[in-house]
């Protein structure tokens, strides 16, 4: 069973940095292409990033590219959203999703089969 387990949400102040992490099992990780999203009420699910193991191929969406990283740990099966010098606009729920790709990175507008719980950031202004 793939499972996708997310963590690091929670609330910070405008300037503020956080790390998401989410740790995949059931999948032989470089195999699979990561994704992040964020969601926020009323809104649609907006795409982040995305990364492929084993060469960590990674992707940031230029809007947000200024402060979002992405990265992973091949070791730990575990993909991390470095999140620096937030501002109230990046309060959201954040999304991982996995899907078997074998290109470089699977596009955030292709279907990702599986997702994390999501986990909710709040900057405070």
């Known amino acids: 069973e793939v499972q996708l387990v997310e963590s690091g949400g929670g609330l910070v102040q405008t300037g503020g940095s956080l790390r998401l992490s989410c740790s995949l099992s059931?999948?032989?990780?470089?195999?699979?292409?990561v994704g992040w999203f964020r969601q926020v009420p009323g809104k649609e699910r907006e795409g982040l990033g995305c990364?492929?193991?084993?060469?960590?191929?990674?992707y940031v969406k230029d809007s947000w590219k200024d402060r979002f990283t992405v990265t992973g740990d091949n070791a730990k099966k575990t993909i991390y959203l470095q999140m620096d010098n937030l501002k109230p606009e990046g309060s959201a729920g954040y999304f991982c999703?996995?899907?078997?790709?074998?290109?470089?990175?699977?596009?955030?507008?292709?279907?990702?089969?599986?997702w994390g719980q999501g986990a909710q950031v709040t900057v405070s202004s």
């Open positions: 059931g999948v032989t990780f470089d195999e699979y292409a």
């Open positions: 999703a996995a899907a078997w790709w074998s290109g470089p990175c699977l596009p955030l507008g292709r279907r990702y089969d599986y």
């Open positions: 990364i492929k193991s084993p060469d960590n191929f990674r």
